[in-house]
């Protein structure tokens, strides 16, 4: 059945209309798997299903025209159905923001007490516009991760290493590398590069930097050419991915991921070492313990250090800056795509742990 459409139906969907435009809800998000908090859907399978097959009994309208709209008898009595879900899902979103925000001022109260240089929380910056320019960096390039990384691991203190890499040194590195080619051994494997190699007086660490980049296998083959190359005995072996990124760990190497350590591993086999799982979050937790405790050795490296936790927690961790927050916290019988409360997980929760670990790792200094 076709209709014909004028220019004075548009009165119709006006105001849902105008609220769209205003809220600019158009949903932008990266090539990683997002997941919603199931709280927000539940139940909600039945009324959709309600709602479509009654859409599906109306008319369904074709357009000749580049504007156009619904009749009325399409979309009447329509969006009822959907109301009892949607209030449940609004007032949880706003519950989580405002939970969320009030643990955000609480950490701008935290570094504003703090022997830091830096009295305003990372967060309290929104970096998350502009899919190219944010900041001084291409996050969707992993080198500038690494070399990021390693420019701070040049000049770290000793407390970053040690909470970081849960390993004991009192030292700061005496060298680090990065790219350093490893060499084959067996003709038929392919040669290395090992991403990040830092040397100390009590520990020597190679770190394979992922932050999307699912090429796994490689790592313990290169960890093994690393120790072929350096012949030490005190060799610790890092692969840093995100922490969702563990299932797909977990079929690259099955029955090789042992999780009864303090951090996963991966068990070596056929002459390769063991390698350990380290996340993207004990990066940026253990510098936000180094600067909030005043243990960093320049203003440089602080101000280095700073701007990539910013980096980490928004682009990496999926993290919901402190002027979305309050946004969302703010009572509005609109909720905005653009500005999702979705983090690594879809739970807010682990935002919160996140911020009250490091609040608690401070105390505990």
């Given at each position: 059945?076709?209709?014909?459409v004028?220019?004075e139906?548009?009165a119709?969907?006006?105001?849902w209309w105008?609220?769209?435009?205003?809220?600019t809800?158009v949903?932008?998000?990266?090539?990683?798997?997002?997941?919603?908090?199931?709280?927000?859907f539940?139940?909600?399978?039945?009324?959709?299903?309600q709602?479509?097959?009654d859409a599906?009994e109306g008319?369904?309208?074709?357009?000749?025209?580049?504007?156009?709209?619904?009749?009325?008898?399409?979309?009447?009595?329509?969006?009822?159905?959907?109301?009892p879900?949607?209030?449940?899902?609004?007032?949880?979103?706003?519950?989580d923001?405002e939970?969320?925000a009030?643990?955000?001022?609480?950490m701008e109260?935290?570094?504003?007490?703090?022997?830091?240089i830096?009295?305003?929380?990372?967060?309290?910056?929104?970096w998350?516009?502009?899919?190219?320019?944010?900041?001084?960096?291409?996050?969707?390039?992993?080198?500038?991760w690494?070399?990021?990384?390693?420019?701070l691991l040049?000049?770290?203190p000793?407390?970053?290493?040690?909470?970081a890499?849960?390993?004991t040194?009192?030292?700061s590195?005496?060298?680090?590398r990065?790219?350093e080619?490893l060499?084959?051994?067996?003709?038929t494997?392919?040669?290395?590069?090992a991403?990040?190699?830092?040397?100390?007086d009590?520990?020597?660490?190679s770190i394979?930097?992922?932050?999307?980049?699912?090429h796994?296998?490689?790592?313990?083959?290169?960890?093994?050419?690393?120790?072929?190359?350096?012949?030490?005995?005190d060799?610790?072996h890092?692969?840093?991915?995100?922490?969702?990124?563990?299932?797909?760990?977990?079929?690259?190497?099955?029955?090789?991921?042992?999780?009864?350590?303090d951090?996963?591993?991966i068990?070596?086999e056929?002459?390769?070492?063991?390698?350990?799982l380290?996340?993207?979050e004990?990066?940026?937790?253990?510098?936000?313990?180094c600067?909030l405790?005043?243990?960093?050795?320049?203003?440089?490296?602080?101000?280095?250090?700073?701007?990539?936790?910013?980096?980490?927690?928004?682009?990496l961790?999926?993290f919901?800056?402190q002027?979305?927050?309050?946004?969302l916290a703010?009572?509005s019988?609109?909720?905005?795509?653009?500005?999702?409360?979705?983090?690594a997980?879809?739970?807010?929760?682990?935002?919160l742990?996140?911020?009250?670990?490091?609040?608690?790792?401070?105390?505990?200094?």
């Amino acid at each position: 059945m076709c209709f014909s459409v004028t220019a004075e139906t548009w009165a119709t969907l006006d105001p849902w209309w105008e609220t769209f435009v205003e809220t600019t809800s158009v949903v932008e998000v990266d090539t990683d798997t997002r997941h919603i908090d199931d709280r927000w859907f539940d139940g909600v399978g039945s009324l959709i299903d309600q709602w479509w097959n009654d859409a599906l009994e109306g008319p369904s309208p074709q357009f000749d025209s580049l504007t156009a709209t619904l009749e009325p008898q399409i979309v009447a009595n329509r969006w009822e159905t959907l109301d009892p879900w949607w209030e449940t899902f609004r007032h949880q979103r706003q519950d989580d923001a405002e939970e969320l925000a009030e643990e955000l001022r609480r950490m701008e109260t935290v570094w504003a007490a703090s022997e830091s240089i830096f009295d305003t929380d990372p967060l309290a910056t929104d970096w998350s516009a502009h899919a190219n320019t944010r900041g001084p960096m291409r996050p969707g390039q992993e080198e500038n991760w690494s070399q990021w990384l390693a420019l701070l691991l040049r000049t770290a203190p000793p407390q970053f290493i040690a909470d970081a890499f849960g390993v004991t040194t009192a030292d700061s590195p005496t060298e680090v590398r990065r790219e350093e080619y490893l060499p084959a051994i067996d003709p038929t494997m392919p040669d290395r590069y090992a991403d990040i190699i830092l040397w100390s007086d009590e520990v020597d660490i190679s770190i394979e930097v992922k932050t999307g980049d699912d090429h796994y296998r490689k790592t313990p083959h290169t960890a093994g050419l690393l120790e072929t190359k350096h012949d030490k005995q005190d060799w610790q072996h890092y692969l840093l991915v995100r922490k969702h990124e563990l299932p797909a760990l977990k079929q690259v190497f099955p029955d090789r991921i042992e999780e009864t350590a303090d951090r996963p591993q991966i068990i070596g086999e056929h002459e390769t070492p063991q390698v350990t799982l380290i996340y993207w979050e004990d990066i940026s937790s253990a510098i936000r313990t180094c600067l909030l405790d005043a243990t960093s050795p320049t203003q440089h490296w602080a101000a280095s250090a700073f701007a990539f936790i910013t980096l980490i927690e928004q682009k990496l961790l999926d993290f919901t800056p402190q002027p979305t927050v309050e946004r969302l916290a703010e009572a509005s019988p609109v909720i905005s795509g653009a500005t999702s409360l979705a983090v690594a997980a879809g739970d807010v929760t682990i935002q919160l742990n996140y911020l009250q670990s490091v609040e608690q790792n401070t105390n505990d200094k």
